[in-house]
């Protein structure tokens, strides 16, 4: 297959060639300077809390300058030394802002290491950085990253830990300064009220008090001003859909919807999207952690994939984020790794049942077979439509079914899951239901729900699977095999299951004549699946008889797939890093964002995220 790059008439443009034009590499300046950073920032820190480490004329004489000289230029020190710490990381990043202020520090830094260590060496790194700072300014060009007003708490929380356990380090640094033999009570006591500018219990002679006060109070007010600072600048919120985007996607959808069965769940509204220019593809994503993850294949014509893929990448450049794509096909992951020089690794397997090929009959399906005819004798009585024809008592009544037969209060899905039910632009999704009469239940005679959403005209994807607690096990494979007899009646020709991680290794691990690494990589897989139950939703998708597609991620570099990985299971909901909200409820409306993907089928149990 032949793709050429959107907007170019000459045809395919090797990466080789699109990295010279594009400009040289970024060098490993910026990495440098971030580790050099947190080395000077702890030199300041060290300059500014400990006594000093030598005698020489120059303290000699230091003792005559005036009382608060070197107390001021300890706590400007160490101030400076937290800051380069904390700038550090934004550096390593290219951040624009990261840069400002660091020129700013450093030589402030350099100033006091001079005045109060008059130390040399200590100002001269710090020049040294200084420069190296400016004349490598332009690799440091980064856009700041999503942001909310949660960092200011966090900032608060961390921060001051922090200066609580530096303070207590700085009141201990000067043993033979200090009057008495003050406790660890008081030691602490006497950070507290240092942080806040008063004066504590702990006692000590010349003009020591006045370099812990000092440097107490400035931990204290960095504590508080960067609070201050990350509660009040404008927010930088992660990019949504608009509903521009939202229009222009569906309209690629609708002509190039069915070649990934991944294309509808581009339309999550939590997600952003970069165009091709000539608008004809699109690559949705989100940024989690610092890693702009893109999710299924590009949007659109294959033909401008490749301009699509640019956009992304060059806005990955600009806030300098780490590009990752979870869940392309092979076709996908061609373009992607051609266009790019990335790499790719295999994921997993996704399991597609072509409806013609299906049927109950045989010796295979026998276990599949006699399960639904069980909870068929028990009263159970199954319901395949497309959501536009529900009325909108029943929509209401499944969406707050869907909402609390969750089991947890996480929302979990990202790169298989569209995260709502009903909505009026998604009649075309179908929603397979399990019925039997409880007078008892708030729902009815609802007892189960699986939900699909379109691939293309002749085509559904798995999306939700929900179901009682009370009812019997079995429900999932009720409504499976009920949506499978459906779909010639609906026009479906294939149905997208379950994604199965790491599913060859599962299969080629348990056959005779596997190798020791295989085996041992199996076994840990099933040790895994004790909590992500890979190993459950690999067996319960091949009950189907399915065919399987390999999906896979793209990555930069290997040193980036923990940090992906970890990304991506923020992004799933497997891991949460925002604080807890105090008061918040759970909304039995109409998102319900666990996808079955992703998720773990279980017989007996709700369907939990893998």
């Known amino acids: 297959m032949s793709v050429t790059v959107d907007g170019d008439k000459s045809g395919s443009v090797p990466v080789r060639v699109r990295r010279i034009l594009r400009g040289p590499r970024p060098e490993k300046v910026p990495s440098l300077v971030g580790t050099a950073c947190t080395l000077i920032g702890l030199i300041d820190i060290a300059a500014g809390v400990f006594p000093r480490f030598r005698a020489s004329r120059m303290h000699a004489l230091a003792e005559v300058l005036p009382g608060t000289l070197g107390p001021l230029s300890a706590a400007l020190s160490l101030s400076a030394g937290v800051l380069l710490l904390l700038l550090a990381h934004g550096l390593k990043r290219h951040k624009r802002r990261a840069w400002r202020a660091a020129v700013v520090l450093l030589p402030l830094g350099a100033a006091a290491q001079f005045v109060w260590r008059h130390s040399v060496l200590g100002a001269l790194l710090s020049l040294a950085l200084l420069t190296l700072l400016l004349r490598h300014r332009d690799q440091f060009a980064a856009l700041p990253d999503p942001r909310s007003r949660w960092k200011a708490l966090a900032n608060f929380v961390v921060m ?70 990350l509660a009040f600048r404008p927010e930088h919120p992660a990019a949504r859909l608009t509903e521009d985007d939202e229009t222009r996607l569906r309209a690629l959808l609708d002509k190039h919807g069915g070649r990934d069965s991944l294309g509808h769940f581009a339309l999550r509204r939590d997600k952003g999207v970069v165009f091709s220019p000539s608008g004809k593809a699109a690559v949705c994503y989100r940024v989690v952690s610092g890693v702009m993850l893109a999710s299924g294949d590009p949007i659109g014509d294959v033909e401008a994939w490749p301009g699509a893929i640019d956009r992304f990448m060059d806005e990955a450049k600009a806030h300098s984020w780490t590009p990752a794509v979870m869940g392309c096909s092979e076709t ?279």
């Not at 201990?172 to 008063?198: K, Q």
């Not at 006692?203 to 609070?227: F, I, K, P, Q, R």
């Not at 009815?444 to 293309?456: C, E, N, Q, S, T």
């Open 332 to 610: 996908g992951g061609e373009v992607w790794t051609r266009e790019t020089g990335l790499d790719a690794l295999e994921l997993g397997d996704e399991a597609v049942v072509d409806v013609a090929d299906f049927s109950l009959s045989g010796r295979a399906m026998r276990n599949v077979r006699q399960m639904v005819k069980r909870i068929e004798r028990n009263g159970y009585t199954t319901k395949v439509r497309r959501v536009r024809d529900l009325s909108d008592g029943e929509l209401a009544r499944v969406r707050r079914a869907a909402a609390d037969w969750r089991g947890t209060d996480t929302e979990r899905g990202f790169s298989m899951a569209l995260g709502r039910i009903g909505d009026p632009g998604d009649g075309d999704a179908v929603i397979a239901t399990a019925h039997k009469d409880d007078p008892d239940s708030p729902y009815g005679d609802l007892k189960a729900i699986i939900h699909f959403v379109p691939w293309g005209t002749d085509g559904m994807s798995l999306e939700l699977m929900r179901r009682d607690r009370s009812a019997d096990p079995g429900m999932n494979e009720l409504l499976i095999v009920a949506a499978l007899q459906e779909s010639p009646r609906l026009g479906i020709e294939r149905v997208s299951l379950n994604f199965a991680m790491f599913r060859s290794a599962l299969a080629r691990g348990e056959k005779i004549g596997a190798g020791p690494v295989l085996r041992v990589w199996r076994g840990l897989l099933v040790f895994l699946s004790r909590w992500f139950q890979i190993e459950s939703l690999y067996k319960f998708n091949a009950k189907f008889r399915p065919r399987w597609e390999p999906r896979f991620v793209v990555y930069r570099k290997s040193r980036d797939l923990p940090r992906i990985g970890f990304a991506a299971m923020q992004a799933e909901g497997f891991v949460s890093l925002e604080l807890p909200r105090p008061f918040a409820r759970r909304k039995a409306a109409a998102e319900a964002r666990p996808c079955a993907h992703i998720v773990a089928p279980h017989p007996d149990r709700e369907v939990r995220a893998a």
């Open 160 to 229: 001051g830990a922090g200066s609580i356990v530096l303070g207590l380090v700085i009141v201990s640094a000067h043993p033979r300064r200090v009057i008495g033999s003050p406790s660890l009570t008081d030691r602490l006591e006497h950070v507290l009220y240092g942080l806040f500018g008063f004066e504590g219990p702990v006692g000590y002679t010349g003009n020591v008090d006045w370099t812990v006060g000092y440097s107490l109070g400035a931990l204290g007010m960095l504590t508080a001003l960067t609070t201050i600072y």
